[in-house]
Antibody
């Protein structure tokens, strides 16, 4: 069963770039079709950020489209999120996730705070 | 984009109650709908996928039904450990989540 683990800075300055990595274990990043990022602002609901296919194609939330990039490193069996020009509104717990025919798999999440 | 409308937003119940949460989609999902339970400070936990398939290890008091645009999560006999926020999620096209239902005692 695949396991996911997010990592990256917990504090980012306003107007800076948020960068997170999701390490995949227990399986290959080539094994599932889509690899996804979701976020959850404190006290609020879940928001889908975007996804990357094992072929490299991507889909992004239209509300973030101009600021977000998701990439994958197959040699490291991981995928990444970059969000530019961040503001306090981007403060959230960020989750990586994937699915296969048996269900959905999520990382434990990492809190990123945007503050000077 | 597919919109998900979940209701109610908050639900107060007692131990042993039968509880129902509904989720309505703006487009036909067929059966591509999941339900999650989330407790404070924890990642969402998958309960049900493909509208009615119980994930491994999930108690049988949880069940899901529906297809197309209308879906239901039922807890047949509410237990103290079920106090949480529940989300529906469509995965027909990209992912969209409902607003969440907080179940409290």
């Amino acid at each position: 069963q695949v396991q996911l683990q997010e990592s990256g800075p917990g504090l980012v300055k306003p107007s800076g770039t948020l960068s997170l990595t999701c390490a995949v274990s227990g399986g290959s990043i080539n094994s599932n079709d889509w690899w996804t990022w979701v976020r959850q602002p404190p006290g609020k609901g879940l928001e889908w950020i975007g996804e990357i296919h094992r072929s490299g194609s991507t889909n992004y939330n239209a509300s973030l489209n101009s600021r977000v990039t998701i990439s994958a490193d197959k040699s490291e069996n991981q995928f990444s999120l970059e969000l530019t020009s961040v503001t306090a509104a981007d403060t959230a717990v960020y989750y990586c996730a994937t699915k296969d025919s048996s269900g959905f798999y999520w990382g434990q999440g990492t809190l990123v705070t945007v503050s000077s | 984009d597919i919109q998900m409308t979940q209701s109610p937003s908050t639900l107060s119940a007692s131990v042993g109650d039968r509880v129902t949460i509904t989720c309505r989609a703006s487009q036909n999902l067929n059966s591509w709908l999941a339900w999650y339970q989330q407790k404070p400070g924890r990642a969402p936990k998958l309960l049900i996928y493909k509208a009615s398939i119980l994930d491994s290890g999930v108690p049988s008091r949880f069940s899901g039904s529906g297809s197309g645009t209308d879906f239901t999560l039922t807890i047949s006999s509410l237990q103290p450990d079920d106090s949480a926020t529940y989300y529906c999620q469509q995965y027909t096209y990209l992912w969209t989540f409902g607003q969440g239902t907080k179940v409290e005692f």
